[in-house]
């Protein structure tokens, strides 16, 4: 049993940079065509000539004969010069803006903590078509961390929408139903990536039987009844969802610590893992829009020509391990045995 796909993109991809980026980014240049690259290095990707200078390491880095073309995002702070923006989005060195509240995640210390101050930015990406990328989570202490989601979409991601009218607004990773059915509810100029794990697992698989720290990422995982939404908005065939793997990848001594860091590394497995969940749902005449048509829609680019087959294969485990400098890389493993494939020639 195969399937064909357009070539698929990753509308949501973390490479780091030096001996992790060469680590991982062979994995996502070889199932992918092109992906949204996260600017949360340290320091972060802030300006055009950070975007610039970050790409061109990433082309350095990518295997003899790789098509892969990396697109370049802003890490957005409140210091954030809105004629910057402009001007790389008219280079053609950027495709989105990433707003990270402060603290949020894995370096986002620099992130926003008021979005007012970023209104300029915001409408200037309004006016030229720019995309907003963002992190959709309050960071409130007094705010339990399964509800930071739904607590962001109304103070925070709704009325910013009301304000900055044609903002093209990217809810990555969502998590809940709470943000299913915001998405849902709205028109045109918002769309959500959703990740592998969020559609395998719950946050059971987390912490029952003992804690996995290479399942933890933030958003964290959810109740199964967020799941069960993601999986339906997923396979539905609805234009608004498409796939942003939030591959996000960590050496182990940093996972496997008492203050672990989040990042589930996905890329390895993220294809298989998805044509997995599609025929589990009995929607595998879905995984086309999800993987390979609806991103480049939302984002005004084509879909790729070339195209990839998946087959059905006996059960296999994930690939545990890759070796990055004098450590490795713990990839994502659903804790069963996966019955697909990418073809290989």
């Known amino acids: 049993m195969q399937i064909t796909v357009p070539r698929p993109d990753d509308w949501h991809l973390h490479l780091r940079d030096g001996e992790v980026l060469a680590a991982v980014l062979p994995d996502s240049a070889r199932d992918f065509a092109r992906a949204i690259v996260m600017p949360n290095l340290v320091p972060p990707v802030v300006t055009g000539a950070d975007a610039m200078a970050y790409r061109d390491r990433i ?7 790789a098509d892969f073309t990396p697109l370049m995002t802003l890490y957005l702070t409140e210091t954030t010069d809105p004629a910057d923006v402009r001007a790389a989005a008219e280079a053609g060195l950027i495709s989105a ?76 990773h969502v998590t809940t139903r709470d943000g299913v059915d915001y998405v849902k509810s709205v028109g045109e100029g918002l769309a959500a990536t959703l990740t592998v794990q969020h559609l395998m697992l719950n946050r059971n698989h987390m912490l029952v039987g003992g804690i996995r720290p290479h399942y933890y990422c933030l958003p964290i995982l959810k109740r199964e009844e967020h799941r069960r939404a993601l999986r339906a908005a997923a396979t539905s065939g609805d234009g608004r969802f498409f796939l942003g793997t939030d591959s996000a990848p960590h050496v182990d001594p940093t996972k496997e610590t008492a203050c672990g860091c989040a990042g589930v590394y996905s890329a390895p497995v993220a294809l298989a893992c998805l044509a ?70």
Request: hydrophobic share 45%; proline share 7%; glycine share 10%.
């Open 59 to 65: 082309l350095a880095a990518l295997p003899e004969g």
């Open 276 to 345: 997995q969940v599609f025929e589990e749902e009995g929607a595998l005449e879905h995984l086309a829009a999800f993987v390979g048509r609806s991103g480049p829609a939302f984002y005004g680019l084509p879909v790729n020509d070339a195209q990839t087959v998946l087959e059905k294969v006996a059960p296999y485990r994930a690939e545990q391990k890759r070796a990055a400098g004098e450590t490795t890389i713990t990839g994502f493993d659903p804790g069963a045995p996966l019955t697909w494939r990418v073809a290989r020639d």
């Open 97 to 172: 803006g990433k707003l990270y509240p402060a603290g949020a995640t894995t370096n986002s210390a620099s992130g926003v903590r008021d979005v007012e101050a970023v209104l300029p930015v915001l409408e200037t990406m309004a006016e030229i078509g720019l995309p907003l990328c963002v992190h959709g989570e309050v960071t409130d202490a007094d705010i339990d961390i399964f509800d930071r989601e739904a607590v962001f979409i109304d103070r925070v991601l709704d009325p910013t929408r009301a304000r900055v009218p044609g903002l093209c607004v990217v809810m990555e």
